[in-house]
């Protein structure tokens, strides 16, 4: 070998060793660096023993492991976003001062003091400032909640400006390091720097990345729709979605603008959209349930009784069947091609009302399918039962009227539509007939704590007494004991005001005793004229009925219920109860529903709690999964690190190796140099 080729090998080693040491200070510099994938020298023997050279500089990474961090990071962001926002939800329902449950103790509690004495001014004024105070908690949970929508909608905003920026970083590194590629230059910066967009990427939403041969990201969202290839990244916007108050991801692409919100899972864009569908919207729906029911069932029993100017009761809080309310509860779809003429959803049985959000369809040849959000039950409206009868037709006006629950009227037209199911009424009035593709947006208890307020602030018009004065014959010799209960303040009977049209009695007549069961009989008794008792009514007199203890009488507008024996002869007179100031069974009525079981669950405080539980239940299992998905996690990330990360000990060891590789290769550049000079003094 000449000392030529002596001189070029040990020039190469020298250099080879150079640049691997300059490798390891790298790595050793940027132990801390985040993101920092470490970096190894592969050198490579020149063939016929001509010397090495450095092939590449490679970057030691997993590309299974970088996706599954990806991969894990997504879960458990999503995970820990909702447990967060649950956390806060359960701490603001069970906190006694936010508490409906604790509010209706509260307000029941003084109801029960008007009870005790209904003639007490302070009494009636102490159960109006409760019933204000009820009012303004429901009001106030309910703004609680709708505040953290409207946060949540702040926060798409950012996050599809997030979104947006680190793609656009992406696309650009992906173009960088193309050119890098195609020139032979290193691309490992811009290589850590891109992974390290992508993890912060997978933090915000859930991708697919697709690793191209050319070292290119192809990055995908949702069910596989492109977010960045190549150098291109597509812009993700914040819009609006059916209901016009909640933000959802829409991917731009091209002129085209595509909602994908229901496809995302993953990062804290998941956990925002699973916090609001499952536990906030839920939330707003149960707490906008009670407040419907409560204040429906509140209004029922309160029309029933009078007050103190001897006036049938008014609605104590809202109606909740105004036209403007029940318009509010359903909105028609942006893209919608039929005319709307008016639609509105009226609450029909608050013994079947469902928590829960509806979506109307209209299919092929005008079929229309209601789907429930809750659970995703689905109903076809024209398989209801059809109120419309083919041989006699009914009036729009008329069928609309007569729909109850599970039935339909459609008018022949298709301009008149409406179906009652789970305790609400839609009907929906068109212009033209619906077209296919129209969708509906229907929300028919969301509101309901924020709809509620109070609509009597005068304790006298509190209707505490009933309307009916029960007077029992001085003579009676039996142990009967009548009770009675307005059922329609509407009613002909009250047409009259203070009076009650026309007063009656009921007089027991003595048994049959020539018939085969001998029974005791009553006859109700028209006593407009005392002196001349008629029969009543006069179309059809309950004269001699079968008396049964316990079963309830229905005359106009009220019941009467006899309890216990009486006896033949007894006589129980019936008139208006005016000025009745002390009587309190109304007042008693009221105070029983916090008890009634309302609703298909329970009563107001058993929805309430039930709430609580299951929000306080989903929180301690996300929480748990939390818990998991940060394990799983730090696994992966450390199995990583394993693989990418800078061990100071190792590259420690392959300083002082490439150092002494370094000297050995300059010693050897000194032997070429005296063999060299050798042969020059030879000559």
């Known amino acids: 070998m000449s000392s030529s080729s002596l001189l070029s090998i040990a020039s190469q080693a020298t ?18 660096t985040e993101g920092y994938t470490r970096q190894r020298v592969n050198q490579v023997t020149r063939p016929d023993l001509s010397g090495v050279f450095v092939q590449d500089i490679e970057r030691i990474t997993d590309k299974f492991l970088t996706q599954q961090v990806w991969t894990d990071t997504s879960s458990y962001t999503q995970v820990s976003t909702y447990a967060g926002l649950s956390g806060r939800l359960d701490n603001m329902l069970g906190a006694s001062a936010n508490s409906v449950s604790t509010a209706l103790d509260d307000y029941f509690g003084a109801l029960q003091s008007v009870v005790d004495d209904p003639t007490s001014s302070p009494n009636r004024e102490l159960f109006m400032a409760q019933a204000d105070a009820l009012v303004k908690r429901f009001n106030s949970l309910d703004a609680n909640l709708k505040s953290q929508e409207g946060t949540i909608n702040a926060q798409m905003d950012s996050y599809a400006s997030q979104i947006n920026t680190l793609t656009a970083s992406i696309a650009d590194l992906n173009g960088k390091i193309s050119v890098a590629a195609s020139t032979n230059r290193s691309a490992n910066d811009m290589l850590d720097q891109r992974d390290v967009l992508t993890d912060k990427l997978s933090a915000i939403v859930g991708i697919t990345v697709v690793d191209q ?29 059916d209901s016009s108050s909640q933000k959802e991801l829409a ?61 049938f009761g008014a609605n104590l809080f809202t109606d ?14 942006s893209n919608n091609q039929s005319v709307l003429s008016v639609a509105r959803v009226e609450i029909q049985q608050t013994d079947k009302l469902q928590a829960s959000d509806y979506e109307l369809v209209v299919g092929d040849s005008g079929r229309l399918t209601l789907y429930r959000s809750s659970d995703g039950t689905q109903v076809r409206v024209d398989q209801l039962e059809n109120v419309d009868d083919p041989a006699s037709p009914l009036t729009p006006a008329d069928g609309v009227y007569k729909v109850g629950q599970d039935q339909f009227y459609r008018d022949p037209d298709g301009k008149s539509l409406s179906f009652a199911v789970d305790g609400i009424k839609v009907t929906i009035d068109t212009g ?33 007494a009933s309307p009916i004065r029960i007077t029992p014959d001085s003579g009676n010799n039996g142990t009967g004991i ?55 009514p006069q179309s059809a007199p ?21 309890n216990n024996l009486p006896q033949p002869g007894d006589r129980f007179s019936f008139g208006f109860n005016l000025d009745g100031v002390s009587d309190n069974r109304n007042a008693i009525a009221l105070s029983n529903l916090q008890q009634a079981n309302l609703f298909d669950r329970g009563s107001y405080q058993d929805i309430y709690g039930s709430l609580v539980e299951k929000v306080g239940t989903q929180t301690a299992s996300a929480v748990i ?14 199995a990583r690190a394993s693989v990418s990360g800078v061990n100071l000990d190792e590259e420690a060891a392959k300083l002082v190796q490439y150092q002494q590789a370094y000297q050995a290769s300059a010693q050897l550049i000194r032997v070429s140099q005296t063999i060299f000079d050798s042969l020059l003094n030879s000559i």
């Open 15 to 32: 250099q080879a060793n150079k640049t691997a040491l300059s490798a390891i200070g790298q790595n050793i510099s940027n132990v801390n």
């Open 625 to 638: 999964s939390e818990q998991a998905g940060k394990v799983v996690l730090d696994t992966t990330t450390g």
């Open 251 to 311: 991917l731009v692409n091209g002129r085209e603008t595509v909602n994908i919100n229901d496809e995302l899972t993953g990062g804290q864009v998941g956990g925002l959209i699973q916090y609001r569908e499952q536990a906030l919207s839920e939330a707003r729906n149960q707490l906008g349930l009670i407040a419907i029911g409560f204040a429906e069932s509140m209004n029922e029993q309160h029309n029933l009784g009078i007050n103190l100017n001897n006036d």
């Open 320 to 333: 909740m069947n105004s036209d403007f309310l029940q318009q509010k509860r359903i909105t028609p779809n």
């Open 542 to 562: 309950l004269s001699n009925q079968p008396f049964e203890s316990g079963k309830s009488i229905q005359l106009d507008g009220y019941a009467v219920t006899i």
């Open 213 to 241: 041969s050319s070292d290119q990201y192809s990055i995908f969202i949702g069910n596989g729709q492109p977010l960045v290839i190549g150098s291109t990244a597509e812009t993700v916007v914040s819009v609006l979605g």
């Open 432 to 464: 033209s007939n619906l077209i296919k593709g129209d969708r509906f947006v229907i929300r028919p208890v969301i509101s309901g704590a924020e709809d509620l307020k109070l609509t009597i602030h005068d304790g006298r018009q509190l209707a505490l």
């Open 482 to 536: 009548a009770t009675a209960m307005a059922t329609d303040a509407k009613a002909a009977s009250f047409a009259t005001p203070g009076t009650l049209s026309p007063p009656i009695s009921i007089v027991f007549n003595a048994p049959d005793l020539g018939a085969t069961d001998p029974q005791m009989t009553y006859t109700v008794y028209d006593m407009t004229d005392p002196a001349n008792p008629q029969p009543w």
